[in-house]
T-cell receptor, first 114, second 113 residues
């Protein structure tokens, strides 16, 4: 059973456009939601993270929107640049109680066309 | 401040051999996680360790796989009698406190021939 569903699987956006990646989760114990960026041959790099006490978090061109009632969260990349082309993973974890690590979505291959 | 260091970066093993993957966490981090990534897949949690303790190994295969994080030295993920299906990228992450920001290493790409 996949606990974090990520869509789309791949995404092509024109330079300067907005890239939007969506994730949905099932486990109501999750209370920490990070996004990771991964370039080919590299490890995932933490991009931005949110906790459910806020509905939105913005860091530079990256914004997480969080909808607790719908159990959904999304990543928005404003003014997308070719250097943003990478695979993006959403993840979730329960920071209280159980000792699980992060549960990842399957990833979104993002291509920004110049 | 060096990041999470994994070695080797690439490892080739014949079927039946043993693979040892090493991970040195970021300075000051005492929590280590191991994940496996198959092509076109997300990362799958394997095991969570603190110094000298396995906290959660719910993602580890029941046989052939083991992990340790000794008091001194790196964390080791050990795969005995490797099979072709073990071919994957193995990533280590560390955190300052369990279940908060986790920082990943560059991974070890294991190929079983």
């Amino acid at each position: 059973q996949q606990q974090v569903k990520q869509s789309p699987q791949s995404l092509i956006v024109q330079k300067g456009g907005i890239s939007i990646i969506n994730c949905a989760y099932e486990n109501t114990a999750f209370d920490y939601f990070p996004w990771y960026q991964q370039f080919p041959g590299k490890g995932p790099a933490l991009l931005i993270a949110i906790r459910p006490d806020v509905s939105e978090k913005k860091e530079g061109r990256f914004t997480i929107s969080f909808n607790k009632s719908a159990k959904q969260f999304s990543l928005h990349i404003m003014d997308s640049q070719p250097g943003d082309s990478a695979t993006y993973f959403c993840a979730a974890a329960a920071s209280r109680g159980g000792a699980d690590g992060l549960t990842f979505g399957k990833g979104t291959h993002l291509i920004i066309q110049p | 401040n060096a990041g999470v260091m994994q070695n080797p970066r690439h490892l080739v093993r014949r079927r039946g051999q043993e693979a040892r993957l090493r991970c040195s966490p970021m300075k000051g981090h005492s929590h280590v996680y191991w994940y496996r990534q198959l092509p076109e897949e997300g990362l799958k949690f394997m095991v969570y360790l603190q110094k000298e303790n396995i906290i959660d190994e719910s993602g580890m295969p029941k046989e052939r796989f083991s992990a340790e994080f000794p008091k001194e030295g790196p964390s080791i993920l050990r795969i005995q009698q490797v099979v072709r299906g073990d071919s994957a990228a193995y990533f280590c992450a560390s955190s300052l406190q369990g279940r908060t920001e986790a920082f990943f290493g560059q991974g070890t790409r294991l190929t079983v021939v």
